[in-house]
């Protein structure tokens, strides 16, 4: 009865509230992920359909079921959801569910940034749908090249919905990323070394800090080109010293590291649901990791693998094609000590196990066909080609929908509590193998007959007709095999028998809790010893539901979790979370309005939104935090710690640190295109440049280190109890950067050409503005703390807002720097 009420206390404080109103504040991270999940899957139908569509089209030569413009519209949206709708957010549903759960926590470490990337999600995918609806849809490709994209030949907004369209999309996604990266690191069970988290995590985190560094350049990309089709600012037409290969360049930054963002988390299911049907432990847990991380590493460097035949110079051309064939070498190393752990254990032929066979079938064919496009002889001659499409289709169908699905059969259990029903399933895996590898395969062959990609129609004497026929079948046994899946798994969840607890034998901690999961998780945290906790200690799940864990009583309505030190998993601190809020939904649609006003041209009126996000930023910050100590709290097992207001290094530090990551890869990839220009761009240098300013500049960057100074004063005073100094050390933070600010206004404004006369005022124009928004952050982030002082939130005990404010300060200056050395930089050279 004791555990009963202690569940009824943690479900009244971690519960949402039934219905719509539920549905609109829960933040709490099982509801957020399956959110994810469901709507993920469909986008997935809806990109199918539109597959199927395609299908039909290619099935007979000189087709009419659709014209070149529709067509256009179809592979453009095909593509683009099911890279931005569908595989990105799939694997976040998948982390926000099971995440927590394997790291025994409560939560992620941001709950209300989970709501807030979900209803983004939700959005920016509505406005891409509604797009398709009414016509207007994106029809330049998923990849968007200029100058095709380019207002000259796009003049609609077909262009512009993608541009910004898939930009609220990426919100979303940078949001999940910098939530994963400080969870898996802070939020931890205590005892959770780095070397006893499961390989899941590992794969999780690696691939959140590779979307930290990879999206900037498509956002950045997405920026310039909304720019220029918007204002004119030339950052891609070659008469005005712009270079359509700045936007490959930015793009490929992006797309390439993309597909491995998309392999690594399936690879995760792999390497967790493989021994489990083995009935034995993952060969070469050490060697894994380091082979992911080495993945990562490489597929950062190989985005001209797609850009061979556009000139790149021979030496380049050398040194892309040996990185490419090098990437096989970490995703061989991860293949054998799968193979291994199968050779070692006793594998059971049970419906994941055969998805997984699946993956390793299709994904050894499509990483060999990767090999043979990384040689640039052979890619010169199949590159835009059908052979590209199934290569692609072989990796990423391969390497992600197999061992999600894997991974969905696995889980689902945890999901509904329910047990499958059989037969079903197996008949839908076999649909779906047979109807890909007829579809998929067969258009290696139209690719070496010479069948190039995004055409709408061929004639009978190419030589492809059969062969397309085939495909087009091949495509609809597929489907009805994908379709079998969701009638197996609407089934499952509605009429199936209730399973037992941990129904496969595993030994990670996301079963050993009840199932379908409390929305707390584990009534008690557990102090984990080794890599699979429940093996080694099969009651655990009834210890800790007994309480004899930590953090086992409910108390003040507090969501608490435990946070420990990021390698070695000593206790920390301990974290309360947000409870449930109207402002993630609230804040995301003022977000999407920006987004509207700027694809339907009204972009003064696109400021309002953003003044309006800017005051619920403030609002959302603001209502955390408390106005006495607290000091260190009970934990359990005899033991206390801090909460994390009052502890060095809190979830809220870290993910501002992370957030500055992403943003300083953003401003490196600006740097790098406004080189790029410099450099080979034509009708380079530029006739007019920077005129005068340069007093101003000297000026404005005394003000940035004043500013910057000034900050670190702020904490200085605060951490040593002096808070009436500290508040005006703040002030004249905010003040000195509202100088920055004003200096850098008034050096564009007399100093700079106008941003539509060459790509060099377009970029220093936007460098500028770069500048002006992170002066202007830091601004807010010096008031916002002298605020919070005369509020009484700030003590020498409760001093994160320093911390926080000192790093956006440091930032801000080191931004400001660069800025000016760039604009005056090549005026003063000799």
Known sequence: MSALRHHRALTAIWGSPRGWRGTMVSVNHSDIGKRFILAAFAFFAIGGVLAMLIRAQLATPDSAFVGPAIYNQLFTMHGSI??????????????????????????????????YGWWCYLF???????????????????????????????????????????????ISAMAAAIEICVSVLKLRA??????????????????????????????????????????????????????????????????????????????????????????????????????????????????????????????????????????????????????????NGRPELKLPMLYLLGFFLVFVLGGLTGVMLAMVPFDGQAHDSYFVVAHLHYVLVGG???????????????????????????????????????????????????????????????????????SSVGSFVMAFGFALFALDVGLQIGLARRSRRNPWGAGTLEWAMPIPAPTYNFASQPDVVDREPLATDPALALKLARGEGYLAQARHGWRETMAVDSSSGAIDHVVILPGNTRLPIITAAVTGCFFLAALLGYYWFALLPVVVVIALAWRWAWALGSRADVGPVAIGNGKAAPIHREAAGAPAWWGSLFLLVADSVLLASLLFGYAFLWVVAPNWPPKQTIDGGLVIAVATMLAGGAAMLLARRAEAAGCGGSLLAAGRAAVGA???????????????????????????????????????????????????????????????????????????????????????????GPSIAP
């Open 400 to 470: 992600f929908i197999f061992p999600m699905m894997a991974g969905a059969y696995y889980w689902l259990p945890h999901f509904s509590g329910r047990s499958r029903v059989p037969r079903l399933g197996e008949a839908a895996f076999w649909m779906i193998l047979i109807g890909f590898n007829l579809t998929f395969f067969l258009m290696h062959l139209t690719g070496l007959l010479g069948m190039p990609r995004r055409i709408y129609t061929y004639t009978d004497d190419m030589g492809w007709t059969w062969l397309n026929l085939l």
């Open 190 to 343: 205590p005892g959770m070394r780095l070397d006893r988290m499961p390989l899941f995590a590992w794969y999780l985190l690696v691939t959140a800090m590779m979307m930290i560094v990879a999206f900037p350049p498509l956002i950045l990309g997405s920026i310039l080109l909304e720019l220029e089709r918007a204002f004119g600012w030339p950052f891609f037409d070659p008469a005005h010293g712009g270079s359509p290969l700045l936007w490959q360049h930015l793009f490929w930054l992006f797309g390439h590291p993309e597909v491995y963002i998309i392999f690594l988390p399936a690879a995760g299911v792999v390497s967790t649901v493989l021994p489990v049907m083995a009935r034995t432990q993952i060969l070469g847990y050490s060697a894994i990791v380091a082979a992911l991380i080495a993945l990562a590493f490489l597929s950062l460097g190989l985005w001209v693998h797609h850009m061979f035949t556009t000139g790149i110079p021979h030496m380049a051309l050398g040194f892309f094609s040996a990185a490419s064939a090098l990437v096989a070498v970490p995703t061989a190393v991860q293949i054998f000590a799968w193979i291994g752990t199968l050779w």
């Open 82 to 115: 099911m890279m931005f709708l569908f595989a990105i957010p799939m694997f976040e549903g998948l982390a926000l569910y099971l995440l927590p759960k394997m790291l025994g926590s409560r939560d992620m470490a941001f709950p209300r940034l989970s709501a």
């Open 734 to 824: 905010a003040c000195a950067q509202a100088v920055v600010i004003v200096g850098l206004l008034t050096i564009g404004f007399t100093a700079l050409p106008p941003p539509t006369s060459h790509a060099y005022a377009a970029a220093v124009w936007i460098l500028l503005a770069y500048a002006v928004l992170h002066a202007l952050i830091a601004l807010l982030c010096a008031a916002f703390v002298r605020a919070r002082i005369g509020a009484g939130y700030v003590s020498a005990a409760r001093r994160q807002e320093f911390a926080i404010a000192r790093l956006f300060g440091d930032y801000a200056a080191m931004v400001v720097l660069i800025t000016l050395l760039c604009l005056f």
């Open 124 to 170: 920016g995918g509505c406005i891409l749908i509604a797009a398709l609806l009414l016509g207007v849809a994106p029809d330049g490709g998923w990849f968007m090249y200029t100058p095709l994209s380019s207002k000259i030949y796009t003049p609609g907004i077909n262009a512009d919905v993608w541009l910004l369209g898939i930009t609220f999309v990426e």
